[in-house]
């Protein structure tokens, strides 16, 4: 509560700065959506690696004053971030399964996530509960995003059906509840 969105802010999370986190293609798309719209900026929850591709990146394109990384702060300050941006993006090349994407649809955020792995089985159908692009594609994530940004009734909409689908495939309780009935299940093939 309290929190209110900031015109133009991306979020994404970069545990680790390595190639298989897409980050560089988020920030190509950045760049080229800066092109037609000067507010945009991208807090990246997160470190660089010092001297790493994205640094590199962030220079090359010129988007020093666009980007923030964040890190070493509290959770508090992490749902804050989510609730004070227009747009979360997962522009990861492959995820075995995705927390970020939960993370940050459990905040009713819209995302943009790409389809690589299991990156759709985590986060649902493109247009009802994220919206998806394929991986490694910048132009296709600054398109979404851009997208996004111009239809929030969509996007709210969209974005609240995300935290839905958090709340019913992904929360802790029917994590517990899963794993019981997998207990019950193997127990019951013993007798």
Same mark, same amino acid.
Request: glycine share 10%; charged share 25%.
């Given at each position: 509560?309290?929190?209110?969105?900031?015109?133009?802010?991306?979020?994404?999370?970069?545990?680790?700065?390595?190639?298989?986190?897409?980050?560089?293609?988020?920030?190509?798309?950045?760049?080229?959506?800066?092109?037609?719209?000067?507010?945009?900026?991208?807090?990246?929850?997160?470190?660089?690696?010092?001297?790493?591709?994205?640094?590199?990146?962030?220079?090359?394109?010129?988007?020093?004053?666009?980007?923030?990384?964040?890190?070493?702060?509290?959770?508090?300050?992490?749902?804050?971030?989510?609730?004070?941006?227009?747009?979360?993006?997962?522009?990861?090349?492959?995820? !075995?399964?995705?927390?970020?994407? $939960?993370?940050?649809?459990?905040?009713?955020?819209?995302?943009? /996530?790409?389809? =690589? +792995? %299991?990156?759709?089985?985590?986060?649902?159908?493109?247009?009802?509960?994220?919206?998806?692009?394929?991986?490694?594609?910048? !132009?296709?994530?600054?398109?979404? $995003?851009?997208?996004?940004?111009?239809?929030?009734?969509?996007? /709210?909409?969209? =974005? +609240? %059906?995300?935290?839905?689908?958090?709340?019913?495939?992904?929360?802790?309780?029917?994590?517990?509840?899963?794993?019981?009935?997998?207990?019950?299940?193997?127990?019951?093939?013993?007798?």
């Amino acid at each position: 509560a309290g929190v209110k969105r900031k015109p133009g802010m991306l979020i994404t999370t970069a545990s680790a700065d390595v190639a298989m986190k897409g980050l560089r293609y988020l920030l190509e798309a950045v760049a080229k959506l800066r092109t037609e719209r000067p507010e945009i900026a991208l807090t990246v929850i997160g470190r660089p690696k010092e001297g790493g591709e994205s640094e590199r990146t962030i220079r090359d394109l010129g988007l020093e004053d666009a980007i923030t990384f964040v890190s070493g702060v509290p959770d508090e300050r992490i749902v804050e971030l989510y609730n004070e941006a227009e747009v979360a993006v997962v522009p990861s090349l492959y995820e !075995g399964f995705s927390l970020p994407a $939960i993370e940050a649809m459990s905040t009713g955020i819209p995302l943009v /996530a790409t389809t =690589g +792995g %299991a990156i759709p089985e985590v986060v649902g159908r493109d247009g009802e509960t994220a919206f998806s692009v394929p991986p490694g594609d910048a !132009g296709a994530l600054a398109a979404k $995003i851009g997208y996004v940004l111009d239809h929030p009734r969509i996007a /709210a909409k969209v =974005g +609240g %059906a995300g935290r839905q689908r958090v709340i019913d495939h992904w929360s802790w309780r029917h994590t517990a509840e899963r794993t019981v009935e997998q207990y019950r299940a193997l127990l019951a093939e013993k007798h």
